[in-house]
């Protein structure tokens, strides 16, 4: 597998350095990508970058994956406004943890000769002392060099302080440290980092007194919609890559909800499908758009490789249960742990047995004893009953409908649906 030509016919590739091509042909390469632990998580706007080291090491090179935790305690100005909130220590090793987990679901971490590997730039700013930096790596850049980057211009005019300023140089150094000490001869990233990048490799070059440069530097583009509006945000903030900040039904329902336009790109960039498989989805796509085929095809690919075969069967199911058209024998097959993940986000109420044992019947049910929080009076859920709009654990009930032969899930819930609507009721 080629590796350019895999991120040209991807649409991921935005820029690379004269020679990269050549270097990664001619030999097995070490490359890094890095990523601040600024969160508990990586999101998927960070899918795009793990992807070019996934497709990295598939064509046979190695993959690095830099955990920045000297760096993070910084954090990097590109493409923001304001600086960023100190993270303590403490905060910073939790988050490294995290992600290093994550990583590790798609990168392939052996004893192979291009096995991925990890690194923490803390591990050698550690040992470095203020004085020491600006001998080390300091003398080698002017103050014009850095001005010039466009991270460092867009805030010129907002303020940028000293220490964000100085972001591209320590970045530069994680790149000479990983050339002197690990062989890595390419650093890759989102196009938005191309400045910090390239100060690496400059950095390296004047460091080793060489003309040619012996360091490389490639870029993704940032993944945007159609509309050009950012990609990578649902109605609640980022989607997460941590199944306890974004569940895996949340995670495969947001794939399951991108556009048609979107999806030609979202398949190529976040998928390991081939061209032709690809192919194939889009033109049985583009016969029956309503089948949402493409969509299924990548909320199926994603969730498996993030979630786990096991956390896609459940979004599947969840989806068939709160839209789609399960029957009670589907919801007989969720288990009990199962049930706050498929309803989380679903309107749900608790009744003792004292609330049942008040309740005469099925409207007592839907507006008494759940404090009138499914229907706001018995009026209302009697004349809801008899336009036949209730269901109860998808099997449609009427005011005759008698209380003792309700069949409590895992003995526990019932599920009422109002047209699309549903609502949980979990006896106490």
Known sequence: MDFIEELRWRGMLQDMMPGTDEQLRKESTAGYIGFDPTAASLHIGNLATIMLLVHFQRAGHKPFALVGGATGMIGDPSGRSTERDFLSEETLRHNQEGIRAQLARFLTFDDSANSAEMV????WFKGISFLGFLREAGTHLTVNYMVAKDSVKKRLETGLSFTEFSYQLLQGYDFYWLYKNKGVRLQMGGSDQWGNITTGTELIRRKEGREEYQAFALTTPLITKADGTKFGKSAGGNVWLDPA??????????????????????IRVFTLLSRAEIEELERQHNEAPHLRILQKAIAQDVTIRVHSQA??????????????KATIDTLRTIQADEFDIIFEGVPQTEVTQADLAGSKDIIDLLSVATQGEI?????????????????INKQKVNDATILTELEWLQERYLIVSKGKKNHLIKRA
């Open 245 to 266: 900040m974004t569940s895996p039904y949340q995670f495969y329902q947001f794939w399951l909800n991108a556009t048609d336009a979107d999806c030609p790109r979202l």
């Open 375 to 391: 229907y706001a009076s018995k009026g209302e859920a009697r004349r809801a009953l008899a336009q036949n709009a209730v269901s």
């Open 311 to 324: 956390g896609y069967d459940l979004a599947v199911k969840a989806s068939d249960v709160l839209y789609g």
């Open 120 to 123: 923490n730039n803390y591990d």
